[in-house]
DNA sequence: ATGTTGATGAGCT
DNA sequence: GCTCATCAACATT
C-alpha cells in the first residue's frame, strides 16, 4: 500500500528561508565571511518595494594589514566610524563622486572589517530594479558591478548605518551550499594603491555565475 | 583606451 | 578654513 508522503517525510526537505543572525557578521575573520556570503540573499525594501537576490561576488577587507581598507591603521573619519561598530550594519560610500558601495561591517566593535558586495543575481522586485536601473534588458549590468546593484536596490549614502538585522535592508540563508570547486577566489579589484596587499586573493566569485562583475 | 564625476582626506594656512 | 591629488566604477569608443 502506497501512502502519500507528508511534508516531513520527504527526504532532504529544503527548510525556509531564514535571515541571517548578527553573530554571521561578528565572526573575527572577514574573508571567510566574504566567502560564507556566496549563495546567500541579499534583500532591500525601500520605496515600498521589495527588491533582492542572489550574491554571487564579494570582497573582503580587513582592518589590520590590509591597505586597501578605509579602516587601514586605525584611520577614524566621518565616513570611516561606522566601521568600527559591532558588525551587521551596512557601510555605504560613494565611490568616484558617482556610485553607492554597499559594504557589510564585520566583527566585532572596535575591528573594523568589512566585505564588499559585488555581484547580485536579480531575483525579486525586478521590474522595479529595470526602472532604477533605467534599462529594460535583463541582463549583466543590471546589477553585475557594485555600483549597478546598489543602484538597482535602491541602496544610497543615506543608509549609511543602516542596521541589518532590520527590514529595510537583510540578508537570509537560502540554504544553498556553494562548494569549493564552484568559487574562484582571486586579487581585488581596484586596489593597485594597496601594493602587496593588492595581490591577496579576497575576492570570491561563484564561477558559473554570469551576474558577477565584469573582468578586468 | 579614454572621459565622466564629485566626495574624500591629507596637508597646508 | 582651502586646495589638490586620489579614487574598492561605469559608459562609451
Known sequence: MITNPTPNSQTNPIPPPTKIPLDFYRRSDPVLIARDLLGKHLYTNIDGVLTGGRIVETEAYAHINDQACHSHLGRYT???????????????????????????ITNEVGKADAVLIRGLEPLEGIPEMLLRRGTLKYQRNLTGGP??????????????????????????????????????????????????????????????????????
Not at 549597478?148 to 549614502?157: C, E, N, P, Y
Not at 542596521?163 to 581596484?190: C, F, K, M, N, Y
Request: net charge negative; hydrophobic share 40%; no cysteine.
Open 78 to 104: 566621518a565616513r570611516t566610524k561606522i566601521m568600527y561598530e559591532a558588525g551587521g550594519v551596512a557601510y555605504v560610500y560613494l565611490v568616484y563622486g558617482r556610485y553607492a558601495l554597499f559594504n557589510i
Open 147 to 216: 555600483g549597478l546593484l546598489t543602484q538597482a536596490l535602491g541602496i544610497s549614502t543615506q543608509h549609511y548605518g543602516t542596521d541589518l538585522s532590520g527590514d529595510t535592508i537583510w540578508l537570509e540563508d537560502h540554504h544553498e551550499v556553494i562548494a569549493d570547486d564552484q568559487v574562484v577566489a582571486s586579487p581585488r579589484v581596484g586596489i593597485d594603491y594597496a601594493g602587496f596587499d593588492a595581490a591577496l586573493p579576497w575576492r570570491f566569485r561563484i564561477k558559473a555565475s554570469k551576474w558577477t562583475s565584469p573582468a578586468r
